[in-house]
T-cell receptor, first 114, second 110 residues
Framework: ETGVTQTPRHLVMGMTNKKSLKCEQHLGHNAMYWYKQSAKKPLELMFV???????ENNSVPSRFSPECPNSSHLFLHLHTLQPEDSALYLCASSQVIVGENIQYFGAGTRLSVL | DAKTTQPTSMDCAEGRAANLPCNHS???????VYWYRQIHSQGPQYIIH???NNETNEMASLIITEDRKSSTLILPHATLRDTAVYYCIVRAPGTYKYIFGTGTRLKVLA
């Protein structure tokens, strides 16, 4: 148990559906992250929120929409996804202090787009 | 961020020390070295990190060469549960981004 909880663990959706992934951290951290891990590829950073403000958006298509209502919660809203968006979506959190940034990851949501 | 180079895969006998190397020859003076591992289809797990000095915790030891161009993660007594992909990451202070490579797939053999 890392203190970062992701729900749901598995999600199957059609290309016309709208769904949301949820992440909650119980570590008192001030930064949260979304990563995507496609089959046999390295993790790719999608979004970063620091103190509830988005500070990084790595050219992610607009069909992925993040939301960070407070420092403990992070959402990833999904709409009109494509089959190539099927992947493991990972949330992480960290306490950003001078010099160090240890990220703690959730178990991920396995998304399948049909 | 500096790039890292790791062997694609390694085997280790159960109970023996696993030594996982990482090359980061372009590392800058203020960049930290982090090690994570990922067991199949789970989220990456933080193991250890360091700047200049060698570090040890309950999971592993991190040996960083004096010139900081390479490091070695040591699992002192590998168990079957240590079978995973191990990532070496170099990150500069003030940035949020970890750049994950393809890592080293460690297989611990009974």
């Amino acid at each position: 148990e890392t203190g970062v909880t992701q729900t749901p663990r598995h999600l199957v959706m059609g290309m016309t559906n709208k769904k949301s992934l949820k992440c909650e951290q119980h570590l008192g951290h001030n930064a949260m992250y979304w990563y995507k891990q496609s089959a046999k590829k390295p993790l790719e950073l999608m979004f970063v929120y620091s103190l509830e403000e988005r500070v990084e958006n790595n050219s992610v298509p607009s069909r992925f929409s993040p939301e960070c209502p407070n420092s403990s919660h992070l959402f990833l809203h999904l709409h009109t996804l494509q089959p190539e968006d099927s992947a493991l979506y990972l949330c992480a959190s960290s306490q950003v202090i001078v010099g160090e940034n240890i990220q703690y990851f959730g178990a991920g949501t396995r998304l399948s787009v049909l | 961020d500096a790039k890292t180079t790791q062997p694609t895969s390694m085997d280790c006998a159960e109970g023996r020390a696993a030594n996982l190397p990482c090359n980061h020859s372009t590392i800058s003076g203020n960049e930290y070295v982090y090690w994570y591992r990922q067991i199949h289809s789970q989220g990456p797990q933080y193991i250890i990190h360091g700047l200049k000095n060698n570090e040890t915790n309950e999971m592993a030891s991190l040996i960083i060469t004096e010139d900081r161009k390479s490091s070695t993660l040591i699992l002192p007594h590998a168990t079957l549960r240590d079978t995973a992909v191990y990532y070496c990451i170099v990150r500069a202070p003030g940035t949020y981004k970890y750049i994950f490579g393809t890592g080293t797939r460690l297989k611990v053999l009974a």
